[in-house]
């Protein structure tokens, strides 16, 4: 089966950029979603097809997806992004959703 | 505006079943695929199931089949996930998912939650 892999953490200072990354075999072949997870809420989507940012969130968001990585980036981190991230894509393989371990990200 | 609420959430014993509901209102719920995605305390999240707009096409997590069956009642827009032969690593909060579009697509909307305990 397809796997994502992310690392588990990332320490950003505000006002910073952060990158997030999801590996997984020519991901570039692949559509990746990124969701934002705060502490006891459910998932939110902030990221879809790549590159797509849904509405409400800002533009501080972008996506990019190459090779074997696809990256969610954020510019100028405020502490209200602190969450957990996970990134997820389509296996036409298997027909299943997969999803990474997800990455949290501490604002410093 | 889209709404997704489950219930059904609970304690429940080893071995036994359960059976989990989302009601789904603010949406023409028939024309979307849904889905049920799980996390356990602490832990990533994990899908499960996916069922079609018209609930003839179901998909489930490899590790799950046998075990859960997804369905689907278009006229009360009621989506339920059954589960039985319970262990304690199905505990975790399941969450009733809407896929955007396609079954290829991202979930646009997430419910809270309903939080299942598998415990004696």
């Known amino acids: 089966s397809y796997v994502l892999t992310q690392a588990p953490s990332l320490s950003v200072a505000p006002g910073e950029t952060a990158r997030i990354s999801c590996g997984g075999i020519n991901i570039e072949s692949k559509s990746v979603h990124w969701y934002q997870q705060k502490s006891g809420q459910a998932p939110v989507v902030v990221m879809y097809?790549?590159?797509d940012r849904p509405s409400g969130i800002p533009e501080r968001f972008s996506g990019s997806n190459s090779g074997d990585t696809a990256t969610l980036t954020i510019r100028v981190v405020e502490v209200g992004d602190e969450a957990d991230y996970y990134c997820q894509v389509y296996d036409s393989a298997t027909d299943h959703a997969v999803f990474g371990g997800g990455t949290r990200v501490t604002v410093l | 505006e889209v709404h997704l609420v489950e219930s059904g959430g609970g304690l429940f014993p080893p071995g036994g079943s359960l059976r989990l509901s989302c009601v789904a209102p603010?949406?023409?719920?028939?024309?979307?695929?849904m889905s049920w995605v799980r996390q356990a305390a602490g832990k990533g999240l994990e899908w499960v199931a996916n069922?079609?707009?018209?609930?003839?096409?179901?998909i489930y997590a490899e590790s799950l089949k046998g075990r859960i069956s997804i369905a689907r009642d278009n006229s009360k827009k009621l989506l339920s996930l059954h589960m039985d032969y319970l262990r304690g690593e199905d505990t975790a909060v399941y969450y009733c998912v809407r896929l955007s579009g396609v079954k290829t697509g991202h979930y646009d909307y997430w419910g809270r939650g309903t939080v299942v305990t598998v415990s004696s």
């Open positions: 069922i079609k707009e018209d609930g003839s096409e179901k």
């Open positions: 097809y790549d590159t």
């Open positions: 603010g949406f023409t719920f028939g024309d979307y695929w």
